[in-house]
C-alpha cells in the first residue's frame, strides 16, 4: 500500500478544515440572528433595542459635527 504525499496529505486537511470554520461560522452567525430577533415576554426585541441604539448614537454623532 502506497502512502500518500505529505503535499497532498495536507492540501486535502486544509480543505476540510476551511469548511469545518465555514460551519462554524454559520452556526454562530445563525444563533445571534436568532437571539437578536427573539422577544421576551414584555420586554423590547434585542433588534429593535439595538437599532434605537444606533439611531441615537448617530443623533449624537450628527450634532456633535455640527457643532462649530
Given at each position: 500500500?502506497?502512502?500518500?504525499?505529505?503535499?497532498?496529505?495536507?492540501?486535502?486537511?486544509?480543505?476540510?478544515?476551511?469548511?469545518?470554520?465555514?460551519?462554524?461560522?454559520?452556526?454562530?452567525?445563525?444563533?445571534?440572528?436568532?437571539?437578536?430577533?427573539?422577544?421576551?415576554?414584555?420586554?423590547?426585541?434585542?433588534?429593535?433595542?439595538?437599532?434605537?441604539?444606533?439611531?441615537?448614537?448617530?443623533?449624537?454623532?450628527?450634532?456633535?459635527?455640527?457643532?462649530p
Amino acid at each position: 500500500m502506497q502512502h500518500p504525499r505529505p503535499i497532498e496529505f495536507s492540501v486535502k486537511r486544509r480543505r476540510r478544515q476551511r469548511g469545518q470554520a465555514y460551519a462554524e461560522y454559520l452556526v454562530v452567525t445563525t444563533a445571534l440572528v436568532g437571539i437578536l430577533l427573539l422577544a421576551a415576554g414584555d420586554t423590547v426585541a434585542p433588534f429593535t433595542a439595538l437599532i434605537s441604539g444606533f439611531k441615537s448614537f448617530f443623533s449624537a454623532y450628527s450634532f456633535t459635527l455640527s457643532l462649530p
